[in-house]
Nanobody, 130 residues
């Protein structure tokens, strides 16, 4: 079991920046993929970015490419989401999540599926004003 706690959300003007943090505790040795999702009012939870813990490989949704950067600090068991050039469309509650290793295998873009993640943070609100 991995316990996740997000921080760093807030109110920022369009064009500004925020850095979200997600501190992990518990059975972090089982970590496989750490992801960031977001959910705006009335909309489904949306994949934002993910990082493979061991290799550092990253993937982003198209709408944030070039603006957001996901990273990790292995020593601190913490994953970050640096958000630059923020837009009002980025306004949402942001959640970090843990994807465990597969029992058999994963196929396709499995990291996009919220149902495969087994641990979630409490969420942190990001509001971008215009």
């Amino acid at each position: 079991q991995v316990h996740l706690v997000e921080s760093g959300g807030g109110l920022v003007q369009a064009g500004g920046s925020l850095r979200l943090s997600c501190a992990a505790s518990g059975r972090t040795s089982s970590s496989y993929v750490m992801g960031w999702f977001r959910q705006a009012p009335g909309k489904e939870r949306e994949f934002v970015a993910a990082i493979w813990w061991s290799s550092g490989m990253t993937v982003y949704t198209d709408s944030v490419k070039g603006r957001f950067t996901i990273s990790r600090d292995n020593a601190k068991n913490t994953v970050y989401l640096q958000m630059n050039s923020l837009k009002p469309e980025d306004t949402a509650v942001y959640y970090c999540a843990h994807l465990p290793p597969p029992r058999t295998y994963y196929s396709g873009t499995y990291y996009l599926k919220p149902s495969l993640y087994d641990s979630w943070g409490q969420g942190t609100q990001v509001t971008v004003s215009s």
